[in-house]
């Protein structure tokens, strides 16, 4: 290096004698122990508990002037911080543990998009603990605040409880429903009562019943899916309102007693207990009814229906196919042709078929 750079000829011992004639030698006043300790500590209070040893000794001596030996940083940090050091050498990410007190302390409500281009809007909703689907619905729309709102307290009523909390994410369809939530516990003396009992977030931090929506295309929904396009790419639906309407009447019944058998499946069926959640594992419905056998309580209020009465619940204008007048003809091309209502997909595809025929679409 020296004679490529410089010139100079010089074999190695000659250097090292002439850097100690100099005065140059490795570091030798390194820094006291203890305040590399101490700044070690002060940095493991915030975003420095996730440095590895090589980054913390960077930091300590550009940010805080020390002199210090990087092994000794090393063995610092395993007195430190263990548990830091024994994430660290897992080398994969650490999700974060969901918690839960018990069954009705947060109900995850959210609507599921992968069939409305085809017309159906499906809603459903989750609870935290459990993992008991409350209510899985289809209909012609899932962005109406009335028709998510008649869901909630259809819920309510059957269960004769309100949750501590509700999560939804921050569409203006769940304005009505937080706005039942937050009245219905008004009056209640908990921590998260009145407006604390509703809370908005991120869908995709909606981790309940997101997690479920994933387990629920796997198993129900891409069938739907691939039968719905098939019919697209084979020309007969072509995404139109009037494709959509005759759609949903033919195929609405059918899916939702399909979503019936599906929410009744998943909570008499037993889970296993996750490493990312503090929930116990074991069926939903068990947990759900029965918190006490897994060391845990009913966090929901108890409602009486007088309560409920009070409330101004709408009723759905709205039809099944989602257009009155296309409703009205469809009926009467049902019984004036004497078709009957389909018992599955093959007999729903057979009518929405014979009926586009007769409607010319």
């Not at 122990?33 to 300590?60: A, H, K």
């Not at 939702?256 to 009744?264: F, H, I, V």
Request: charged share 25%.
């Amino acid at each position: 290096m020296m004679l490529s750079l410089h010139g100079v000829n010089i074999c190695l011992r000659t250097l090292k004698s002439k850097l100690n004639e100099a005065g140059l030698y490795h570091i030798k006043d390194y820094s006291f122990p203890n305040c590399v300790s101490n700044d070690i500590r002060l940095e493991l209070r915030g975003p420095g508990q996730l440095f590895g040893y090589r980054t913390m000794w960077q930091v300590l001596k550009q940010k805080y002037k020390i002199r210090v030996k990087r092994d000794d940083v090393m063995n610092l940090l395993r007195e430190l911080n263990p548990r830091g050091v024994e994430s660290r050498t897992h080398r994969r990410f650490i999700r974060r543990t969901y918690h839960s007190m018990g069954p009705n302390y947060m109900w995850h409500a959210d609507g599921y998009d992968k069939l409305k281009p085809f017309g159906m809007a499906i809603l459903g909703c989750i609870d935290g603990f459990s993992r008991k689907v409350l209510w899985l619905e289809c209909g012609p729309t899932n962005n109406n605040p009335t028709v998510i709102a008649r869901y909630f307290m259809s819920c309510v009523r059957k269960l004769g409880v309100i949750p501590m909390r509700l999560r939804t994410d921050c569409g203006t369809e769940n304005g009505i429903m937080a706005a039942i939530q937050c009245t219905l516990r008004h009056h209640h003396s908990d921590y998260y009562a009145g407006a604390s009992s509703h809370m908005y977030g991120s869908s995709i931090n909606n981790q309940r019943i997101e997690s479920w929506w994933s387990i629920f295309r796997k198993g129900r929904s891409q069938f739907w899916m691939e039968l719905f396009a098939d019919l697209r790419e084979a020309g007969y639906f072509n995404r139109s309102h009037e494709h959509q309407c005759l759609l949903r009447y033919c195929f609405g019944d059918v899916i939702q007693k399909d979503l019936d058998e599906c929410a009744r499946l998943w909570n008499s069926h037993r889970i296993r207990r996750s490493r990312t959640a503090a929930c116990p594992g074991g069926v939903p419905n068990e947990l759900y009814y029965l918190p006490q056998r897994f060391g845990s309580r009913d966090c929901g209020f108890q409602i009486e229906p007088a309560e409920l009465d009070v409330l101004p619940e709408a009723s759905l204008s709205m039809t099944p196919c989602g257009d009155p007048n296309m409703q009205e003809y469809l009926d009467f091309a049902m019984e004036h042709n004497q078709l009957q209502k389909p018992e599955n997909w093959e007999s729903a595809s057979e009518l929405y078929m014979k009926l586009k025929e007769m409607a010319q679409l």
